[in-house]
């Protein structure tokens, strides 16, 4: 059974070529012609992907492939540059445009292997063809899909931010006039719970501005971290006393305890640890029915340029 393979080894190779899915080419040797070798013989299957027949491809140059595209396929690269990169990596691979003998655009994966002869000296190569449009037509359908949806999340983004600076305005406004109003003496004490709901609901509403003008910021990239110096125990105390009327409502006991009886001085973002302390305290008063809220405050100096500051917030919700 062996022997007989060996045998019809050379008709099992040229049926395995002639009906093969994918295009072959065997090439001439290279004689310098900047069109390339000579096309000795084409499969059927080159037929089937280019439409030029085996009479119309035989005899012609290499770059007859490229059918009639207005830029030549290998523009960048010589035949000479081909059979450089063979000898470098004993293949040669690149995905091209050509226009197929109907006038369709088509996109065509080609693979250049040299084929040795008896007398072991390489001069013919043989070109395998494989048609890749559908798989290119829908990687460019992703790419456009992926750069649409960039585009609609900037957008979003955009928007975003623009809104969350458009409604902060009026909202600073709403909050500066409530305090102004609950400060009259002449306001009864139906009056001041009003407006302590307005007041109380505008910081609550500003909070969320902000927190998607933050959000809306990271995804932009654009999210610059301050460096000033301030106060940490105004900032607590400022926190929690905005944040007191909510906890009484709920009939809730809230303390706030600093562990040093002096200024905290530090140099960071307060803006951000102010909000960072207004959704943790804020989520330990919404989730907390009854019993207390305790904020404890200790800072620790860790060298003579940093302090570790250790914010406690417990609830028993």
């Known amino acids: 059974m062996k022997n007989s ?19 072959i080419l065997v090439l001439g040797p290279f004689d310098g012609d900047e069109r390339g070798p000579e096309i000795l013989y084409v499969n059927e299957a080159y037929t089937l992907i280019t439409g030029f027949t085996e009479e119309e491809a035989v005899g012609q140059r290499f770059m007859f492939i490229q059918g009639d595209a207005p830029i030549p396929a290998f523009k960048d690269m010589a035949f000479q540059d081909i059979l450089s990169h063979i000898e470098q990596e004993h293949y040669f691979e690149k995905q091209i445009s050509v226009t197929a003998k109907n006038g369709m655009e088509k ?133 929690v006393g905005g944040l007191n009327s909510l906890a009484t409502e709920k009939s809730l006991t809230f303390t706030n305890t600093f562990m040093q009886d002096n200024d905290i001085f530090l140099r960071g973002d307060p803006t951000r640890l102010s909000r960072i302390l207004t959704n943790l305290i804020g989520n330990a008063i919404k989730y907390t029915d009854e019993g207390s809220i305790e904020v404890i405050t200790s800072a620790v100096s860790n060298g003579p340029e940093n302090t570790i500051l250790d914010v406690v917030v417990k609830d028993t919700g």
């Not at 045998?7 to 295009?23: G, M």
């Open 107 to 239: 996109w065509l994966s080609i693979s250049i292997y040299p084929i040795q002869e008896c007398e072991g000296e390489y001069g013919f190569t043989a070109a395998i063809i494989r048609d890749v449009t559908t798989a290119k037509d829908y990687e460019n359908e992703l790419r456009y899909a992926k750069d649409e949806s960039e585009k609609a999340n900037q957008a979003k983004t955009d928007f975003l931010a623009n809104m969350s600076h458009e409604l902060r305005t009026p909202m600073n406004s709403i909050l500066g006039m409530t305090e102004m109003l609950m400060e009259d003496d002449n306001l009864n004490d139906e009056g001041r719970e009003m407006l302590k709901t307005v007041y109380q609901s505008s910081a609550h509403l500003l909070t969320i501005l902000n927190d998607v003008l933050d959000i809306s910021k990271i995804e932009a990239g654009g999210v610059d971290l301050e460096h000033i110096d301030f106060d940490a125990r105004d900032l607590i105390n400022s926190v």
């Open 5 to 23: 393979f060996i045998k019809n080894q050379s008709l099992i190779n040229q049926a395995i070529v002639e009906y093969s899915s994918e295009a």
